[in-house]
């Protein structure tokens, strides 16, 4: 479980991102997830209400983060971003929301996070993440929101899993209080197969998967896995009956480079 303002997180949180059905979202849900990663670029924030209303629980028993996207910059685009994601997910606040990408432009990221900020001051979002900042780009926003007593990013959402745990990052986001998330925890497929994580599934008698959740849970890094499955989806919320010792979470750390995505903030996509 995480703590960040007055919000509980649970260990694990489902990831939507190419999510278009429903009953995966409500498979989910039977599963036991509470936490649901959205955004505007996946269009799909529909689906996941309707899948919500669906379940018959309680709005609050919910946790739901979404994000705005590289072309709903600024301070009206922002605001318009999260009253657009309010009606398309029927509800009347957001849990946590992101800005999607960093621009390049200081002045633009600032612009956009004051935007974010008059939302939540309506009461529109209760927290405010940064997604796929790093601390270059998370800086001069944090000493423009210091200098006016605004609100701080209580999350930061990057790509994270064995082979590519950006530790720097990770350090930076946590010294500034930050939670800190992980996207595509599993790599997307790209990990689960090395030698190493097939050695430790082995050792521990669980999922090479479960490998990678637990090495985030353990580093004090939030997973978001995504799954169509509802035995994959139990599974990745099964990580209690193990703890991977501090030697192989340390042979994990410096395991070759694995699985990056080709995405970075400050480049071209790379294909991989
Ligand atoms: N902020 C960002 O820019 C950003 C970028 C990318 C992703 N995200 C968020 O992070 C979430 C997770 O990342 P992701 O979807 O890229 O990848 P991921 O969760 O690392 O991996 C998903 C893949 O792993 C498979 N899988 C899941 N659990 C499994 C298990 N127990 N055994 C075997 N295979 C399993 C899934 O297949 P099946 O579906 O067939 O089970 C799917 O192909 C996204 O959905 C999205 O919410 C955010």
Redesign the pocket.
């Known amino acids: 479980m995480f703590k960040i303002n007055n919000l509980t997180l649970p260990d694990v949180?489902?990831?939507?991102?190419?999510?278009d059905e429903q009953e995966i979202i409500l498979n989910a849900i039977k599963s036991g997830y509470i936490y649901f990663?959205?955004?505007s670029f996946?269009g799909n924030e529909n689906i996941l209400a309707k899948a919500i209303s669906q379940s018959g629980l309680k709005r609050s028993d919910f946790i739901i983060a979404s994000?705005l996207w590289r072309d709903e910059m600024g301070y009206d685009n922002a605001i318009q971003a999260v009253n657009k994601s309010l009606n398309n997910l029927n509800i009347d606040y957001i849990d946590i929301y992101?800005i999607?990408?960093p621009s390049q432009d200081d002045k633009l990221n600032i612009d956009t996070w004051r935007g974010l900020e008059a939302c939540h001051k309506s009461g529109k979002i209760k927290a405010l993440g940064l997604?796929?900042f790093l601390p270059h780009h998370t800086e001069p926003l944090l000493k423009n929101i210091l200098t006016r007593f605004g609100i701080l990013p209580a999350i930061a959402?990057?790509?994270f899993?064995p082979g590519y745990t950006q530790e720097c990052a990770v350090r930076y986001f946590s010294e500034h209080n930050m939670l800190v998330q992980?996207?595509?925890?599993?790599?997307?497929?790209r990990v689960?197969n090395d030698e190493l994580i097939l050695s430790l599934a082995n050792k521990y008698h669980v999922?090479?998967?479960?490998i990678?959740l637990k090495f985030a849970l353990q580093k004090g890094v939030m997973?978001?896995?995504?799954?169509?499955?509802p035995?994959?989806?139990r599974?990745?919320l099964d990580l209690n009956n193990f703890k991977l010792s501090h030697e192989d979470m340390l042979r994990i750390d410096t395991m070759p480079p694995l699985g990056w995505?080709g995405?970075h903030p400050d480049r071209e996509r790379v294909n991989i």
Request: charged content about 20%; proline content about 6%.
């Open positions: 949180g489902f990831g939507t991102y190419k999510v990663d959205t955004a996946y994000k992101f999607h990408w997604s796929n959402q990057l790509e899993h992980a996207w595509s925890p599993l790599g997307r497929g689960v999922s090479p998967q479960q990678c997973p978001l896995a995504k799954s169509s499955s035995e994959r989806m599974e990745n995505s995405l």
